[in-house]
């Protein structure tokens, strides 16, 4: 069976990952399988830095290609924050409670219709002598307060586009269906099937 290692330490990442390619046939590996991988840092200045630069580092370790996730939360009130910090956005240990206190801090007396957001996904998927980039996007807006206990991070306040539910309202079969990561998976699955694929043929004849 053909492998891909998920680079990501993000539990919640992994299992909606897996999910989400559950229909291609792949072996998923994650960090588990590599306790000596090195540490993934996350020091770019976008989400396209940090997905490649996690995926590298994952695939330069593991010898089989690699797929990250960097992703969060854009408000276009606070200007597209907390974007590429969205893990940090209180601190560098910061919780996800945290992190979603200070946002709905940082909005508190803003009107509804002043508080449009969106969750940003990209995906780098890296091999020997490729990387690929999809992206996925999900538009919708920050609840007054969290709601709900399914998923991580800025679930419990973040209200899809034609949902009144927050994202940890929702059934995780929902949310992956019309989430940023879904989108992004989908817009990567065809570089999946054509690089791993031409990977294997390959590899069968220089045997
Ligand atoms: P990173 O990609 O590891 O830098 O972290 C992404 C951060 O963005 C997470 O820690 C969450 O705070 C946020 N985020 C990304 N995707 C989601 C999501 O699907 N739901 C809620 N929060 C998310």
Redesign the pocket.
């Known amino acids: 069976m053909k492998k891909l290692v998920l680079a990501t330490n993000?539990s919640h990442k992994t299992t909606e990952i897996k999910e989400l390619l559950a229909d291609t046939g792949l072996e998923i590996l994650t960090l588990a399988d590599f306790p000596k991988m090195p540490p993934l840092i996350?020091d770019g200045q976008t989400f396209r830095d940090?997905a490649l630069k996690k995926a590298r580092t994952v695939h330069l370790h593991s010898h089989l290609p690699a797929l990250a996730?960097?992703?969060?939360?854009e408000v276009f009130y606070l200007a597209m924050r907390p974007g590429v910090r969205?893990?940090r956005y209180a601190g560098e240990n910061a919780t996800?409670e945290q992190?979603n206190k200070k946002l709905l801090d940082e909005l508190r007396g803003v009107a509804p219709r002043r508080r449009g957001a969106q969750?940003r996904?990209v995906l780098a998927l890296v091999g020997p002598d490729f990387a690929e980039i999809s992206e996925g996007l999900c538009r919708g807006t920050i609840a007054e307060s969290p709601r709900g206990t399914n998923?991580?991070?800025?679930?419990p306040i973040?209200v899809p586009d034609g949902y009144t539910e927050t994202?940890a309202e929702l059934p995780s079969e929902e949310k992956n269906r019309i989430?940023?990561?879904a989108k992004s998976v989908k817009g990567m699955k065809a570089s999946i099937r054509t690089r791993i694929d031409a990977d294997e043929g390959l590899s069968r004849i220089t045997r």
């Open positions: 993000n996350e940090n996730d960097d992703s969060g939360l969205s893990a996800d992190n969750f996904s998923g991580f991070g800025y679930d973040f994202f989430s940023h990561r």
